[in-house]
């Protein structure tokens, strides 16, 4: 293909596309720079060549010399393209594809479309027209300087065949050694080796074997160069005979000035022979002889040879190469894209995009459309089989490597100096007696069983303790580390001999189906070569199998597996049943007879069936057995609703629970994972849960040591149950009084009368004197015991704080401080007293008065304080998560739903549908008697005609519903809202909008406060765009009339800036503060977190003082 340069090419910069060249070839070990060596031979510093009188040749060395200190530009096509190519680059039309959404329409003929949102469209248009601008810029490059002549030689062992037949005498005998000097200047002096050959009739070489390139063979080969003259013929198949007999060349480069003598099959056929195996590049170039040696004769010739070609012909000004052709048809494919792409901006997009698939790729467009999904490089590669070792599930791991198993239990270590308090009845007291400990070498301690013991502590054993636990918890944190690598992060530990894997390929997952595959390929090669028997079964809504049953494991038998998995594909619903039963019935038919054996289920979703069916027969297969269901959950998002919709549809969470039921009716293990890791493993949490315990025992053994406790080492630690599982305990208003103050003497005089006995001075008589100590002047408040709520419960957040708020739980701050202080006016105008100085003092609202806590007090109302904060933080997690981060918590018994699908929706509506999909199973499905959907633009499409009962097949059918949403028209919310309120028995309406309706706001709120008279209906109001002030008002006054919720879902940016403070404790002070939210829920409750903030503040500064009061002469007055 030829090209014009002036016509393409005018004007444009190609210094970017050679500094680019150069930075990617600067590492390229095939093309080295020119060693800079010492021209003279004198030593590493030479004198830069100047020595050389001659002034040709001074200016030759200065530029060969700057041309050392630049890294290489030559960079080979195929390298280039590799890394610049459409399919490198992402941009070919499969890669297109896959970043659009399938519709599949239902019908007796299913067509296939695609969905592209207008961001995807415009950035790959503008990728493209990059692309295309870069390949025109490398072509600009390839047509300067030598490369226009000769173009772009390869290799680093050249060899070269001049036809001195193009040495004619004059201009063109100039141009042409010309030429030839700025192809040694640019190319040929960032070789290795060279060798050089003119022929005509007969041959001429300059040096007998190719020499190293340096200053000197060039100046030489310069030289030589001009003194070429022509000669009669072209004897080109001598000239061949003579270079083939040479070793060590990679590249051969033949410069034709005319047509050979020989035919080129001959040639052809010669070249072939002689290179066979050798890997010689072979370059045939044709120099202004284009009329006696033809383009098309050109490249049969180099592409018989398998080589490269190039034409230049001055006259016609036309440049064409190998290197160019590839460019060019690179630019055309770029282009027709880009034409499809910018007729897609303008017509429907699934239409044109289908009519683009059938013309350019006929298989692509009849293929399905998995075949579209990105791969790794080595994904249908053969396996790479490891061998492991036999591993342990954590619950066996934990009988040899556990505190327990190690000697490590906090009781055992305790066990020897432990000793039971002894209490008996003394008769010549008439009373029991207890035994007394020695405070400065026993302490009491609370044992498992809830009994006291008295423990003598040696405090260098506890050192060494402290140092085993250590070490056991990094055991344990490598062990952790491990559990999360490799296919263990996917599948666990499979440990069993006989394993059966049972993978969802529904029709839900065939966007995953490549995971699929890739996670069964880490399982074959890493985990199963040390088994006994195997199987693999598939199921959609039909069964298939790899084997008809189990088979011995070996090699050949996990490739072929490999294989038969490389042909799955997804289709159908999620028959958990069918394929269970296969397994247990066909598989483990024999299932007591062996021992060791394992169901590990893939899947991504609910079953078809219902959950207490599958536990049921589950429990019933594995009884009795030694075999157990496994499942590993793999959650990917939530399916797009613009497809088919599942059979079935539960949340995440809710799927997860499902799942963890039945593994706990199979005795097997729950493993859940994402692409964000692991949310939750049995095996994980067995190890974490002896973590617990040990950091739990070594701070228990800490405050067993009395030389670390300032306090009465006669304290008794409380006994914490630990569970594998991070569930936060109640949280309780006030801390549990001391199990052992009945036990012990205090020094407080309390309001009771006691009894003494002595004897008397005859005989055995014995007297007894009743004593009445005064009552303590001092009161101790305490707090009353309150327990929230471990599960969130279903309420407003007004309803939830006026229940478990801080006033509720009388934990606000101010009831802890003391009186006013009638010795200080102010925190400014201080007035000595003789007990001021004992307590700090605070100045609240002017008044001065003193903090009356004790230190274990405050103590106690900051952990208090700290966990109600936490669970607060726990109820915010749970109003932003689920379908409560759209639509809020639903509070009604009988609702109805109203969608705004009017056209400012349509960038909203493909996450709407797939919220309330979520709505209808996570919230309506459970919690509501009854329900209704309706969508409103510029008319009404309700779902029903009126409420319906919430079962399953109704929330099936709404979900049938959701699908078929589109946006488009104006927003007719005073319809909607009357066709809602015309619903009999409605008690809660959800009204979801992106803006202000089209209607007056005023005749709105009106015509509801009319129906409001005669009907109690709550509207609660949602608004996607909280931008709009005069949106805003009118839904939050629409919620207040009707004394509904106003709710502004948070967005993503928001979320992910508060998801570190939603993780942690939240409860340092130096931790910013909750962003304002705008709905009514979320706003409470993140004012009542701030409250509660503040109060654990203010506490802390309390103890701060406290703890400075012993070491400050006057008191010291804050100012809150």
């Known amino acids: 293909m030829a090209m014009h340069t002036s016509h393409v090419f005018h004007g444009r910069d190609n210094k970017f596309l050679e500094d680019h060249c150069m930075r990617r070839n600067n590492d390229r070990h095939a093309k080295k720079q020119l060693n800079q060596k010492d021209i003279s031979g004198l030593g590493p510093n030479p004198d830069n060549g100047l020595l050389v009188t001659h002034v040709n040749q001074t200016q030759d060395l200065l530029r060969l010399q700057g041309d050392e200190t630049q890294p290489s530009a030559w960079e080979d096509l195929e390298d280039w393209l590799s890394t610049h190519s459409l399919k490198f680059e992402r941009l070919t039309l499969a890669d297109l594809i896959s970043q659009g959404t399938a519709l599949l329409e239902e019908g007796s003929n299913v067509k296939r479309k695609m969905h592209f949102s207008t961001q995807i469209v415009h950035q790959f248009e503008s990728r493209l027209s990059e692309v295309i601008e870069l390949y025109q810029q490398r072509l600009q490059w390839l047509t300067e300087d030598s490369k226009k002549a000769f173009g772009l030689i390869r290799g680093t062992r050249v060899g070269i065949l001049i036809d001195v037949s193009a040495v004619s005498s004059g201009p063109q005998k100039e141009e042409f050694q010309n030429d030839l000097m ?546 936060s305990p109640p949280v309780v208003a006030q801390p549990v009084k001391d199990g052992t103050a009945e036990h012990r003497k205090t020094k407080s005089r309390k309001a009771e009368t006691s009894l003494s006995l002595f004897y008397m001075e005859k005989g055995n008589t014995v007297g007894s004197v009743y004593k009445k100590y005064p009552q303590g002047r001092v009161i101790r408040r305490s707090m009353s015991s309150v327990e929230l709520p471990r599960k969130d419960i279903i309420c407003s957040s007004q309803e939830w704080i006026a229940n478990y708020g801080l006033r509720k739980l009388k934990m606000q701050i101010s009831r802890y401080i003391g009186p006013i202080c009638t010795h200080q006016k102010s925190a400014q105008r201080l007035a000595s007293a003789k007990y001021c100085s004992n307590f700090p003092s605070i100045e609240i609202n002017g008044m001065v008065r003193h903090i009356q806590w004790m230190p274990r007090e405050l103590e106690a109302y900051i952990r208090c304080l700290e966990k109600v904060i936490r669970r607060y933080i726990q109820r915010l997690q749970w109003l932003l998560s689920g379908s409560r981060r759209l639509f809020g918590a639903i509070l009604e018994s009988k609702v109805c739903i109203l969608l705004d699908t009017s056209g400012s929706m349509g960038r909203y509506l493909q996450q709407v549908k797939t919220e309330l999909i979520l709505l209808i199973w996570e919230q309506l499905r459970k919690h509501c008697d009854s329900f209704n959907l309706l969508s409103f633009a510029e008319g009404l499409q309700p779902w029903q005609d009126t409420l319906v009962e919430t079962t399953d097949a109704a929330c099936h059918e709404a979900m049938q519903w959701v699908t078929h949403l589109h946006a488009q028209g104006s927003t007719s919310v005073l319809q909607a809202l009357l066709k809602a309120f015309s619903f009999p028995h409605v008690e809660g309406v959800y009204l979801l909008t992106d803006g202000k309706p089209d209607t007056s706001c005023s005749l709105i709120l009106s015509e509801v406060k009319r129906v409001m008279e005669e009907r109690d209906v709550k509207v609660h109001t949602i608004s996607l765009n909280g931008s709009g002030r005069a949106a805003v008002s009118f839904l939050r006054n629409l919620a207040s009339l009707t004394g509904g919720r106003y709710h502004c879902p948070v967005g993503e940016d928001t979320l992910f800036k508060i998801h570190g403070l939603l993780t942690k404790d939240f409860v340092d002070e130096r931790d910013p503060m909750l962003p304002g939210f705008e709905g009514d829920d979320l706003r409470r409750l993140a004012q009542e977190i701030a409250k509660a903030r503040s109060f654990l503040c203010q506490a802390k500064a309390f103890r701060s003082q406290l703890q400075k009061k012993k070491n400050s002469a006057e008191p010291e007055v804050a100012l809150f």
Not at 611 to 637: D, K, W
Request: net charge neutral; glycine share 6%.
């Open 182 to 727: 700025s192809l040694i200047d640019e190319q040929l002096s960032h070789k290795e080796k060279l060798y050089v050959l003119s022929f005509g009739t007969t041959t001429s070489t300059l040096w007998p074997d190719p020499v190293k390139v340096s200053a000197s063979t060039l100046q030489e080969l310069k030289l030589w160069i001009k003194k070429l003259h022509p000669e009669g013929g072209s004897n080109l198949l001598q000239a061949l005979r003579k270079i083939f007999t040479l070793k060590g060349l990679t590249s051969l480069v033949t410069i034709m000035g005319s047509c050979p003598d020989q035919p080129p099959e001959i040639l052809s056929h010669y070249i072939q022979q002689s290179t066979l195996g050798s890997g010689l590049i072979t370059h045939i170039i044709t120099y202004k002889c284009d009329n006696q040696v033809p383009p098309a004769v050109l490249k049969n010739l180099a592409e018989a040879l398998g080589g490269y070609y190039h034409c230049y012909s001055q006259e016609m000004e036309i440049y064409t190469s190998w290197d160019m052709d590839q460019l060019l048809a690179e630019i055309q494919k770029a282009q027709s894209l880009l034409d499809h792409i910018q007729a897609l901006r303008h017509s429907a997009p699934g239409e044109e995009l289908t009519s683009a698939v059938k013309e350019i790729s006929p298989d692509i467009a009849k293929g399905p459309l998995t075949s579209l999904l990105p791969k790794s490089p080595k994904h249908e590669a053969a396996l790479i089989i490891e061998f492991p070792n036999l591993e342990k599930t954590s619950a066996e791991w934990l009988r040899i490597n556990g505190l327990k198993a190690k000697k490590l239990s906090l009781y055992q270590v305790l066990a020897p100096n432990a000793f039971s308090p002894v209490k008996e009845f003394v008769p010549i007291l008439q009373k029991m007696v207890s035994s007394t400990i020695h405070e400065k070498a026993m302490v009491q301690f609370e044992w498992h069983d809830g009994t006291v013991k008295n423990i003598h502590v040696d405090p260098p054993f506890l050192y060494e303790y402290q140092k085993r636990l250590s070490r056991a918890m990094r055991m344990y944190e490598r062990r952790i580390k491990w559990l999360s690598l490799a296919s263990r992060r996917i599948w666990g530990t499979v440990c069993e001999k006989r394993v059966v894997i049972v993978l969802d390929t529904s029709v839900t997952n065939s966007m995953y189906i490549i995971h699929i595959q890739h996670s069964l390929r880490l399982l074959l090669e890493e985990q199963l070569s040390n088994k006994d028997c195997f199987n693999i079964i598939a199921f959609g809504s039909t069964i298939e199998s790899w084997r008809p049953k189990m088979v011995a494991v070996s090699h050949d038998s996990l490739q072929c597996a490999w294989r038969w998995a490389l042909t799955l594909q997804c289709g159908g619903s999620r028959n958990v049943l069918s394929a269970l039963r296969k397994a247990v019935e066909v598989d483990f038919k024999d299932k007591d007879k062996h021992q060791s054996q394992g169901i590990y289920l893939f899947t991504g979703g609910i079953p078809d069936q219902d959950m207490p069916i599958i536990s049921a027969y589950m429990a019933e297969a594995c009884g009795g057995c030694n075999l157990q269901l496994n499942v590993c959950l793999f959650y990917m998002g939530e399916p797009q609703m613009d497809t088919v919709p599942p059979a079935c549809y539960a949340s995440s969470t809710d799927t997860a629970t499902a799942y963890r039921e039945v593994t706990r009716a199979a005795g097997g293990r729950f493993h859940w994972f994402g692409d964000t890791g692991i949310y939750e493993s049995d095996d994980i949490n067995a190890i974490m849960s002896e973590m617990e315990k040990a950091l739990n025992y070594s701070q228990k053994s800490l405050k067993d040591d009395p030389d670390r406790e300032n306090s009465a080492p006669s304290k008794t630690l409380p006994w914490h149950p630990l569970s594998g599982k991070a569930v």
